[in-house]
């Protein structure tokens, strides 16, 4: 059977938390640039087919085609290890402790921003031909999402960070399912499929995703975005980090780790189930 059932999928989930924690500096810091680097091509794909087609569904059904590609060659994003390696510290697997759980979140948020950076100014570069010219529909584009998506947030003050917030943490319930779609089937078509419906879900709804973001406002700043590295900060990548990782965390790997790992036990035992048939 390709498909996985519950239990075995969930004790993946732990299994792979764990080989994430013990994993050396050097694997990590690859894979999550590589990872962050990817996500970031998908980005901007599915922005230029919302320009081009002036269809923002269409950028969004085709956008998980990135998240895809990242899974399945085995990069990690920055959202992913929130979910799973702190099931391997509830677990308590030999060796897993807070400082590798932080560590190993330290690491990817590096690599992730470094992957994200280095496609925003390729693409950067790409659009306004090595800075000589005006970014394009594109361009223009992103930077204005840029400014919509933290000036946007910052006229609402607080109520602004809290929204950004709850996006965040709708945001990595989806994509933390995607992480696990990848778990529950044996075949790379079933992945796909499984991957693919929440991630096309967290687009097109425009929640905030803290590794997109790493791409989408350091190539708004760019291409003319008017906003500051601390607007950047403030009014999105910090609450979307907490919003990723209490929601991924919370949504997904706590309620499926708890329900089927740490199962609680039946009200009725088969035998006194039995006599109330009888």
């Known amino acids: 059977m390709s498909y996985l059932v519950p239990s075995e999928f969930v004790t993946k989930m732990v299994d792979a938390g764990e080989s994430k924690v013990h994993m050396s500096t050097r694997d990590t810091l690859i894979r999550a640039y590589m990872a962050g680097a990817i996500l970031a091509l998908a980005?901007?794909?599915?922005?230029?087919?919302?320009?081009?087609?002036?269809?923002?569904?269409?950028?969004?059904?085709?956008?998980?085609?990135?998240?895809?590609?990242?899974?399945?060659?085995?990069?990690?994003?920055?959202?992913?290890?929130?979910?799973?390696?702190?099931?391997?510290?509830?677990?308590?697997?030999?060796?897993?402790?807070?400082?590798?759980?932080?560590?190993?979140?330290?690491?990817?948020?590096?690599?992730?921003?470094?992957?994200?950076?280095?496609?925003?100014?390729?693409?950067?570069?790409i659009f306004t031909y090595g800075f000589n010219t005006d970014p394009g529909a594109v361009g223009k584009k992103i930077a204005a999402i840029g400014e919509a998506r933290t000036l946007g947030y910052a006229e609402y003050g607080a109520a602004g960070w809290f929204t950004i917030f709850i996006r965040g943490m709708l945001c990595n319930w989806m994509v933390s399912l995607g992480v696990v779609g990848a778990m529950i089937s044996t075949s790379v078509s079933g992945k796909v499929i499984a991957m693919w419906m929440p991630i096309m879900l967290f687009f097109f709804m425009g929640f905030e995703h803290s590794v997109v973001n790493m791409f989408l406002f350091p190539s708004a700043m760019i291409m003319g975005g008017e906003f500051s590295i601390m607007d950047y900060?403030?009014?999105?990548?910090?609450?979307?980090?907490?919003g990723n990782l209490i929601g991924g965390l919370a949504f997904t790997g706590l309620t499926l780790y708890t329900t089927h790992i740490r199962t609680a036990k039946n009200r009725a035992s088969a035998p006194e189930f039995n006599s109330r048939l009888a």
């Open 233 to 242: 900060l403030v009014w999105n990548e910090i609450p979307t980090v907490l």
């Open 43 to 125: 980005a901007v794909f599915a922005i230029t087919i919302a320009v081009q087609t002036g269809v923002f569904l269409i950028g969004a059904i085709l956008f998980p085609v990135g998240f895809c590609m990242l899974y399945l060659m085995g990069f990690d994003l920055l959202t992913g290890v929130f979910v799973l390696t702190p099931l391997a510290l509830i677990d308590k697997r030999p060796g897993v402790t807070v400082n590798g759980v932080l560590r190993n979140w330290g690491l990817v948020f590096l690599g992730n921003f470094a992957g994200a950076l280095t496609v925003a100014v390729m693409m950067a570069f």
